[in-house]
Structure formats: C-alpha cells, structure tokens
C-alpha cells in the first residue's frame, strides 16, 4: 500500500555493482540503487522519476503527487555514511566509489557477497603498506612522522593514487616530497633514470627559490631549475635540461597551453588552495596536465569552504568526490549529522594530515598574546564617524535579500573601519594624525631589538607597511621588506637569516604567509586581525617551524572596543566546519545579517 496515497515508502535499500570502469579497469566501482516500493502500482519508469527528485513530490500520471521515502533505521544511515553513501542523494544514476570506500563490513548489508567479495579480493591486491627505506640520495635524517609521510606517498604511487599532503605550515612537506621523488627516480621500480620524464612542481612566486634550495641542501644530484619570466618562452624546448622544473602560478597560466601536451613524470602542486576555486584558470589549466604521479601539499585543503577540498581533489584523484554539482549538497547540508563521516570515508585513503600538536613535539612552545590599544584623537573621530555611517546603513536592512543587495557596500565600510584602525592615512591620505598602533608596535619592537632580537611584521594592507619602513628609517632600525612586487625573495630570505644585527621584516600578509622559512626570528607581531584564523596561523608559521630552537611569542595588536576585537570574538565562534574531515580549522567570510549588527554594534 501507499501511505496515505501521498509517498511511495521504500521499505529497503540495495545495491548492485555495475562494473568497475578506470583506467586501468580495477578501482572503481559503479554502483547502482535499487528499491523495494510497496506500492505494487508503480511502474519502472514512475520509480526512476521518484528515485530522481530525491525526495521532492512529483506529479504521476493519474496518480497524483508522490514522493519516496526511505524507511531506514538510524544504524542502516550510519552505515551508509561508513561507506560515504547518504540515501537522500540516491538517483537511479550510477554512483562512483572506489573500493577502499566499499571495504568496510557495512557493504555486506547492501551489497550481494558475490560483489562484496571482488571488493575484498581488489582491495588485498592494493598495497596498503608500503614503507621502502629513505632512498640513499637524501641527504637528511628525518624524523619519524616525516618517514610516515614519505611512506604515506610511496603508497600512492604504488596503486596509482594521486592524493593530498595536508601537514601543518613546518613540518617539512618539501623533504617528505623530494624523498618521494627520489624514490620515484629509483631504477628498482623498472625504468633507467634516464628514461624518466621531468617533474614539474607548480608553486607560489614566493615559494619557488625555496624549492631550489631544499633541493640542494636534502638532493643535491636533482638537477632542479626554477624558470624566470623572461626565460618562458623557451620553457617547453629546455624540459629535458632538468629533473625538476620549478614554476609560479602565474607563469603556469602563461605557459599552460604548452604544457598539456607534455607528460610529466610527476607534478607537484605546491599550496594546492590556489587551485581551490574549480572554475578559475589556474585550476582548470592544472587539471589539464598530463602526468603519471599527482601530489598537492597543502596546510589548508579547507581554506574557506568545503568545495576547496572537491577542487583540489579533482586534480588529485579525479572522480572521487563526485560531480562539483552534487557535491554541497551531499557534504555541506544542514542538518545531516553524518555528512562529514561520508566526505572523511571518502577522502581518507588519499590524504594524510599530521598537525604541530600530533607530530612535531620536539618544537619551542608557542605563546600567542592580544596587545589592546585605544583610539585617540582624529583617529578616533574618524572610526565614530565611519561607525555611524555603517550604522545608519544597517538601520534599513530588515531581510536576508536587503543584506545581499547592500553587501559590496558593508564590506567597503569593515574595510574602512579597519584601515581606520591601523592608521589613519590608509583612508585620509593627507592626515598628520598619529596612530595609536603604530605608537604601540614602536614601543614592543624597541626592547626586543635592544635585547638583539629579530621581529617578523605582518599587515594585509600594503599601505600600511610602507609607513612602517618610513617609521623604522627614521629610527635608523635595519629592516627588510617583502610585498607583492619583491623579486628578490631567496636573497632577502638569506640575508635576513644569515644577518647577525637585530631588525625587523616587514611581510605582506598575502604575500610572505606561507612559503618561507624565517627561524632567525623568534617574535612575530600581526599589526592587524584577518578574518580567517588559519591565514594568522600561517604567518606565525613562518618561524614556528621545524629549524626553531627558541619559544616563539606572536602579538596581536588590536584597537579596543572597535571592529577588529570583535572579529577576534567572530574567529573563535565560526572555526568548526571541517574538523571532522580533515582536522582542519575554517573561518567563514560569509557575514550573516546577525554577524553585521554584532560587528556594529555601539
């Protein structure tokens, strides 16, 4: 019968396998769901309309509206999640899993023991444990975790995975990488070194000079050339003149065409969350790349939003997160308390994460502290005055669409408040006004360069670190300074290492975030809150790292009852999304219409 002639109940729930379809014919699965419906009325064709809304009603021919409901206990759910599976997304379309997915005991209640066991028969073929020795090549003792990742890698390769190398900013993803790559060279896995194709790792600007140098210091006989912009045009035409070749983002959306008709023997992408947005050019000439092995290394698969790990996984292991299309609404739903056990289930045989706290014990503590300051002045009268304007703005956004018509509009006005906060000029370009950071930042840098220290400074705003260098001239302190237009990263990395003066580098927070290694500081200031907490994290990263013998200290400076203490206050509120997938920490930069009016507020 058909319950109250409004739903045709599904009282249970199978699957059948369809084939395995991959490349090499053996991993995946199609698997497809099949419905026992009491209402014995319904044809095939009416059955495939219902499985296809997804539990929306549907007008049946002279049958009125339906709609099918699975009768699943909560145990049968979970176990659908153990297998990434969620029946509220089943269609009578094939679903794609790969069979690390489906060797879990919960397959055996959905699936016949005949495919059950060609599941368990593929997956013993795979090579689960795969640990070969450091290859002699490497010249570096690596610590027990770093072997682990290593290992970890190896067995990618060994079953023909791509995967995700998602180890905290630190903790040495470059030696576990060049490892891997010289494990790859080895002519014990049947090929000459001289018949391998060259790798190609595809990184940050800033990062590109430390891949060179890693790989002098740890493989000193891979030939390795980081490619200069005048040189591109030679690019394709110079690949067999080294193992590894070394490009920027930007140079990778200049020569990309070219590229995708070269086979690399592996490529590399270094910061994978620049290809976290699917539809921008960069990920999509990336996804083009022919090559035998995939790698992404990333502290931050989930950057903003579950699509970042979607994207950086269709790079990596194309297939295995589904279409982008079905994705949110499978893993992002509100709601479903077992979305994040499927996405984990699914992503868990092709990424590791280690972070500082599992792995990395033999690091220096790391003390994090506020430092409030009030506002005075024209300063303070130029925050009142912009508050109030954004206030009076809020007064006549009563609705989620108002919000979204007036959004452009409030986040110039945070951004204004902001700029307010850390100086005055960054918005009134022709103020004498002092600011009251500034006056603070000079006061803690004056001791610690007394006491020989050196100090790391990070600001977003560009602006704002060309009136600090004008602050350090003055003062006769010895600085160095990194921004978006610095070329000579390497150098300025080295010197300030090598330097035995104290002094200051001032950082672009976008710029010098990641990818460099600055242990000869041991203090870091954040002249200014960024609204995701794992981009501060980075920063401080850049001298907590593997290579720092001292406690590192990281200041906050914030201006008092203003925006940015408030947005300290959003930051520990809105860091859960991802924990259960990755361990990984997210700060949404979606404001609600309630996350203005706090941020607001008198």
Request: proline share 4%; aromatic share 8%; charged share 30%.
């Amino acid at each position: 019968s058909v319950g109250k002639n409004f739903s045709a109940s599904a009282r249970q729930l199978s699957a059948t396998d369809l084939g395995q379809t991959t490349k090499d014919g053996m991993d995946w699965f199609n698997l497809q769901v099949i419905v026992d419906v009491n209402d014995v009325t319904l044809t095939k064709a009416e059955i495939k309309l219902l499985l296809d809304a997804k539990g929306k009603w549907v007008r049946l021919d002279k049958k009125g509206w339906r709609k099918l409901e699975f009768t699943l206990s909560k145990e049968e759910d979970e176990e659908l999640a153990r297998l990434g599976l969620t029946p509220h997304e089943l269609t009578s379309e094939p679903q794609r899993l790969h069979a690390l997915q489906l060797a879990d005991k919960a397959a055996r209640k959905f699936l016949s023991a005949d495919t059950c066991d060609r599941i368990e028969r593929r997956v013993s073929e795979l090579q689960a444990r795969v640990t070969p020795e450091v290859p002699a090549e490497i010249r570096a003792e690596m610590r027990p975790y770093q072997r682990e990742g290593f290992h970890f890698l190896c067995y990618l390769s060994t079953n023909n995975f791509g995967g995700i190398l998602a180890d905290d900013m630190g903790l040495g993803k470059t030696l576990q990488t060049l490892a891997w790559l010289a494990w790859l060279r080895a002519p014990s896995l049947n090929h000459q070194p001289s018949t391998i194709n060259p790798s190609l790792v595809v990184c940050p600007k800033s990062v590109a000079d430390n891949w060179r140098a890693e790989a002098e210091k740890f493989f000193p006989t891979l030939k390795v050339r980081a490619w200069a912009a005048n040189e591109l045009k030679s690019f394709t035409g110079m690949l067999p003149t080294a193992d590894l070749h070394v490009l920027n983002y930007s140079q990778l959306r200049l020569v990309g065409e070219d590229l995708v008709r070269e086979k690399f023997h592996a490529v590399i992408l270094d910061e994978g969350q620049y290809i976290k947005n699917p539809s921008s050019q960069t990920a999509l000439v990336a996804k083009s790349l022919r090559a035998e092995h995939r790698l992404i290394l990333s502290g931050t698969p989930i950057e903003n939003r579950l699509l970042d790990l979607w994207s950086l996984m269709s790079f990596a292991m194309p297939g295995a997160l589904g279409r982008r299309a079905e994705f949110g609404r499978m893993y992002d739903a509100k709601g479903d308390p077992f979305a994040r056990q499927r996405l984990s289930a699914r992503v868990r045989p092709f990424l590791i994460r280690r972070t500082k706290v599992q792995v990395a014990r033999d690091l220096p503590d790391r003390v994090e502290e506020d430092l409030f300051c009030e506002l005075e002045g024209e300063q303070k009268t130029l925050y009142r005055a912009e508050l109030k304007r954004a206030q009076a703005m809020l007064l006549g956004v009563k609705t989620v669409e108002a919000l979204n018509q007036q959004r452009f509009n409030f986040l110039t006005s945070l951004l204004r408040l902001r700029q307010i906060c850390c100086h005055p000029r960054l918005v009134k370009a022709d103020s004498k006004a002092a600011s009251a950071k500034v006056e603070a930042l000079i006061e803690t840098l004056e001791p610690l360069l007394e006491e020989g220290e050196k100090v790391l400074v990070f600001s977003q705003f560009v602006g704002l670190l060309d009136i600090l260098r004008d602050e350090l001239k003055k003062r006769g302190w010895k600085h160095w300074y990194l921004a978006g237009e610095t070329e000579n990263r390497g150098d300025l990395v080295r010197e300030f290492q090598t330097a035995e003066d104290p002094g200051v580098f001032l950082i672009s927070l976008k710029a010098g975030g990641f990818g460099l290694n600055l242990t000869a500081a041991s203090y870091v200031v954040l002249f200014d809150p960024w609204w995701n907490p794992a981009v501060e994290n980075q920063a401080i990263d850049r001298t907590h790292r593997i290579g720092q013998a001292r406690k590192v200290i990281a200041y906050r400076l914030l201006i008092k009852d203003s925006i940015e203490e408030k947005i300290r206050v959003l930051q520990k509120q809105k860091k859960s999304l991802a924990d259960d997938v990755l361990g990984e920490e997210k700060f949404s930069q979606g404001l609600s219409l309630d996350d203005l009016r706090y941020l607001l507020a008198g």
